[in-house]
């Protein structure tokens, strides 16, 4: 994610609550959420899930956001969290690489990857 509101993406606290309110719009279940800020700037954290994990990390030197959702099965829809980041970073631009993962009989991973400018913002 390009173009991130730089204040939003170096607060941990607040990428903690995003995390938090990520994992509710998918409706999985939230097993613990931390994150740390680096010096001088930058934060990871990550959500631990009953179904996985969401990860971010943050470059708020350069308004850069990275963000994996890894969910197990096909119950939950990813794109529900990632659109709560998205819109909670105020990204200007986007990309999304989905990896359909689990298919270790025959090792084939399909992807579907989209660049996405944010006409909202």
């Known amino acids: ?11 941990a606290d607040g ?3 995003i995390l938090t309110k990520a994992t509710e719009s998918m409706k999985a279940t ?3 959420v931390v994150c740390h ?3 001088p700037y930058g934060v990871t954290g990550v959500a631990i899930l009953a179904e996985s994990h ?6 708020p030197e350069y308004g850069y ?3 994996d ?3 197990c099965g096909n119950t939950i829809d990813p794109q529900n969290a990632a659109s709560h980041i998205i819109q909670a970073f105020q990204a200007k631009e986007i990309s999304i690489l989905e990896l359909k993962r689990g298919n270790f009989l025959t090792k084939k991973i399909q992807a579907n990857i989209s660049t996405e400018t944010n006409q909202e913002l």
């Open 37 to 39: 800020r680096f010096s």
């Open 30 to 32: 939230l097993v613990n």
């Open 1 to 11: 994610m390009w173009g991130c509101c730089k204040d939003v993406i170096d607060d």
């Open 15 to 17: 990428i903690q609550e």
């Open 54 to 59: 969401i990860s971010i990390h943050t470059w």
């Open 65 to 67: 956001a990275a963000a």
């Open 69 to 71: 959702i890894f969910i």
